[in-house]
């Protein structure tokens, strides 16, 4: 089942602060993000294993409640390269059975 | 580093061609890549696991005859979408997982293919 991302749509002015949630309804190994802009494929930013530890990518930082089965990206102080839309990708395993399943997505729009 | 390049980038073909498209890890080697397939506005979703020398594993709904998929090397998957109808035309996207990393996929710049 395809984890949740809200909010579906975000519009922020350059300099504000923003957090997308992507919610899961099974168990979790790991939590990856990405960033994709139109028309092109999705950058890898960062992956969260179990365990809950909160990671950080220049001004944008994620973490993961395993308990929750959730994650949530933090994007501060945000600047227009910022603007795409982000997934969020679910694994429930490790080793040679790991893939990936992507949320539903949030589209980021940052203005002047 | 962690390039995946995919060829070609665009394709425009009748109905009931075969096209294929290539997925290429540059600088690095991957064991495993992955096919997704991406309609417009939303989410990508996965095809097919490629693993290196055996056969693909498909998702549920995902016709194995008509999504031909070959991991030739470790740096090599190929997808050919035979027969192809107006109903493929889609954006296809190729990954490659980061042998002896955490589990990161690197994408491939995608292939949009249109079926006329």
């Known amino acids: 089942q395809q984890p949740v991302q809200s909010p579906q749509a975000v519009i922020l002015r350059e300099g504000e602060d923003a957090v997308i949630n992507c919610s899961s309804s099974k168990a979790l190994y790991s939590v990856h993000w990405y960033r994709q802009k139109h028309g092109e494929a999705p950058v890898f930013l960062m992956i969260l294993l179990k365990g809950g530890e909160q990671k950080g990518h220049e001004k944008i930082s994620a973490s993961f409640n395993e308990k929750k089965q959730q994650s949530s990206l933090y994007l501060t102080a945000s600047q227009l390269s910022y603007s795409g839309t982000y997934f969020c990708g679910t694994d429930r395993n490790t080793g040679t059975a790991s893939k990936l399943t992507f949320g539903t997505g949030t589209r980021l729009q940052v203005t002047l | 580093g962690a390039v995946v390049s995919q060829h070609p980038s665009r394709v425009i073909c009748k109905s009931g061609t075969s096209v294929k498209i290539e997925c290429r890890s540059l600088?690095?080697?991957?064991?495993?890549m992955f096919w997704y397939r991406q309609f417009p506005k939303q989410s990508l979703m996965l095809m097919a696991t490629s693993n290196e020398g055996s056969k693909a594993t498909y998702e549920q709904g995902v016709e194995k005859d008509k999504f031909l998929i070959n991991h030739a090397s470790l740096t090599l998957s190929t997808l050919t979408v035979t027969s192809a109808h107006p109903e493929d035309s889609s954006f296809y996207i190729c990954?490659?997982?980061?042998?002896?990393?955490?589990?990161?996929?690197?994408f491939g710049p995608g292939t949009r293919l249109t079926v006329l």
């Open positions: 600088d690095f080697q991957a064991t495993t």
């Open positions: 990954s490659a997982r980061l042998r002896g990393g955490l589990g990161e996929q690197f």
